[in-house]
């Protein structure tokens, strides 16, 4: 069963930047989609960014130009680089893998952005 493990969540001030990270683990399909999505209190939860293996990526127009997805050299960890932080970018990021048979989600990490 594939996992997830993120980290890298923070309070940062309004202009900062943060980078999480997701680890995947037990992923064996050479084809599969890694992608961020955050979730604040009770509202529905949004996809941040996208990214399949092979490059493709999609990001929601509130973040395009300062957020980037990206992966690590092992390909075990994808990186979701944020800047220009606004407080309504405050919410519990997710992380998911999905491939032919997973469907898989992280257990969130909190990012605060404020003064």
């Known amino acids: 069963q594939v996992q997830l493990v993120e980290s890298g969540g923070g309070l940062v001030q309004p202009g900062g930047s943060l980078t999480l990270s997701c680890t995947v683990t037990?992923?064996?399909?050479?084809?599969?989609?890694v992608s961020w999505h955050r979730q604040f209190l009770v509202e529905q939860r949004e996809l941040v960014a996208s990214?399949?293996?092979?490059?493709?990526?999609n990001f929601a127009d509130s973040v395009k130009g300062r957020f980037t997805i990206s992966r690590g050299n092992a390909d075990h960890t994808w990186y979701l680089q944020m800047r220009n932080l606004k407080p309504e970018d405050t919410a519990v990021y997710y992380c998911?893998?999905?491939?032919?048979?997973?469907?898989?989600w992280g257990q969130g990490t909190q990012v605060t952005v404020s003064s």
């Open positions: 998911n893998y999905k491939d032919l048979l997973n469907d898989s």
């Open positions: 990214s399949t293996k092979s490059g493709e990526v």
């Open positions: 037990n992923s064996v399909f050479s084809r599969y989609t």
